[in-house]
């Protein structure tokens, strides 16, 4: 699906996704990707909502957004409550659903000027 929406700025904006496929600004990823305004972490190590564990949750505190949208892949899938602990003790607030709404929900937050992360599994084909 193409996105339109213009932020007039330099944040990153998340273009398009598909199965196998998100594009952000004008770079393409095909592995699991990290959003932020200001920053992508390409190649995150979850590649299927199976492989989510702490650790990767754990890397997300250091960037510090005060929200995370978890992308789930083709459906929205509800990790375990502990992985996402790292997230709570943080202050940190998180939603989590399919890939899809949360580029949507990614980009309409970034857009109002959030500091939102984007922690995207691919759509699978």
Same mark, same amino acid.
């Given at each position: 699906?193409?996105?339109?929406?213009?932020? #007039?700025?330099?944040? &990153?904006?998340?273009? %398009?996704?598909?199965?196998?496929?998100?594009? =952000? &600004?004008?770079?393409?990823?095909?592995?699991?990707?990290?959003?932020?305004?200001?920053?992508? =972490?390409?190649?995150?190590?979850?590649?299927?909502?199976?492989?989510?564990?702490? +650790?990767?949750?754990?890397?997300?505190?250091?960037?510090?957004?005060?929200?995370?949208?978890? #992308? %789930? #892949?083709?459906?929205?899938?509800?990790?375990?409550?502990?992985?996402?602990?790292?997230?709570? =003790? +943080?202050?940190?607030?998180?939603?989590?659903?399919? %890939?899809?709404?949360?580029?949507? %929900?990614? &980009?309409?937050?970034?857009?109002?000027?959030?500091?939102?992360?984007?922690?995207?599994?691919?759509?699978?084909?």
């Amino acid at each position: 699906m193409h996105i339109q929406l213009e932020t #007039g700025g330099q944040a &990153n904006l998340i273009r %398009t996704y598909a199965a196998g496929q998100i594009t =952000v &600004n004008q770079d393409s990823y095909t592995r699991s990707v990290i959003v932020l305004p200001g920053q992508i =972490v390409a190649d995150w190590p979850p590649q299927r909502f199976e492989d989510l564990a702490l +650790a990767h949750i754990e890397k997300i505190v250091p960037l510090s957004p005060e929200v995370v949208i978890l #992308g %789930t #892949g083709q459906r929205q899938r509800f990790p375990r409550a502990e992985l996402l602990a790292p997230l709570i =003790v +943080a202050g940190i607030g998180w939603e989590v659903m399919d %890939t899809g709404a949360a580029c949507r %929900t990614y &980009n309409i937050l970034m857009g109002e000027g959030r500091n939102v992360a984007a922690a995207l599994l691919m759509i699978e084909n």
